[in-house]
T-cell receptor, first 116, second 116 residues
Framework: NAGVTQTPKFRILKIGQSMTLQCTQD?????MYWYRQDPGMGLKLIYY???????DKGEVPNGYNVSRSTTEDFPLRLELAAPSQTSVYFC???????????????FGPGTRLLVL | GENVEQHPSTLSVQEGDSAVIKCTYS??????FPWYKQELGKGPQLIID?????GEKKDQRIAVTLNKTAKHFSLHITETQPEDSAVYFC???????????????FGQGTILTVHP
């Protein structure tokens, strides 16, 4: 299994541009999450999904959108990039049920985004 | 909602010494407490976790303790090695179902440096 993969690894955007951060997992996990990590801070939840077709807002959803058309993919969309969205973005996934491992979130390697 | 405080923000130790990182949480319904290690340029990786029905858990040089009454939990690393240098995050979650969907609330992180 490749686990959780994210693309791109790094991107520079101009203010007002849009982009989609891709996230794919091959572990057949039901739950998927998007976090942002600002320098010196913990991870803040942006959006999450409990299964295909179901998404919901986390702590910091403004300026972002998500979709979940398949179990494997959970893309994050930035419509009008702003400097405040400069951050490192992590995607994570976990099982819905299945013993002890159901509680563990598995993280991707992250996408570093710079908005100028 | 849940709030997790983590201390210290930076920790510097000599190789072979022990390191202790402490976290407090606010929501008494939280029942799952993972610890993640994040190396430079990578996503967080789970290193150990504890559930609220257990007071202590060990895995080789790593141990976690939980005090439910005081709502705090700690990570202990013994015989530290330079490769333990990383950022460590604690987190808390209510895995009992309902609307929480296993959402993790993270602490702010601790930068651990182990000097050879």
């Amino acid at each position: 299994n490749a686990g959780v993969t994210q693309t791109p690894k790094f991107r520079i955007l101009k203010i007002g541009q849009s982009m989609t951060l891709q996230c794919t997992q091959d572990m057949n996990h039901n739950y998927m999450y998007w976090y942002r990590q600002d320098p010196g801070m913990g991870l803040k939840l942006i959006y999450y999904s409990v299964g295909a077709g179901i998404t919901d807002k986390g702590e910091v959803p403004n300026g972002y959108n998500v979709s979940r058309s398949t179990t494997e993919d959970f893309p994050l969309r930035l419509e009008l990039a702003a400097p405040s969205q400069t951050s490192v973005y992590f995607c994570a996934s976990k099982k819905r049920f299945g013993g002890k491992s159901q509680e563990t979130q598995y993280f991707g390697p992250g996408t570093r985004l710079l908005v100028l | 909602g849940e709030n997790v405080e983590q201390h210290p923000s930076t920790l510097s130790v000599q190789e072979g010494d022990s390191a202790v990182i402490k976290c407090t949480y606010s929501d008494s319904a939280s029942n799952y407490f993972p610890w993640y290690k994040q190396e430079l340029g990578k996503g967080p990786q789970l290193i150990i976790d504890i559930r609220s029905n257990v007071g202590e858990k060990k895995d080789q040089r790593i141990a976690v303790t939980l005090n439910k009454t005081a709502k705090h939990f700690s990570l202990h690393i013994t015989e530290t090695q330079p490769e333990d240098s990383a950022v460590y995050f604690c987190a808390a979650s209510n895995q009992s179902g309902g609307t929480s969907y296993g959402k993790l609330t993270f602490g702010q992180g601790t930068i651990l440096t182990v000097h050879p």
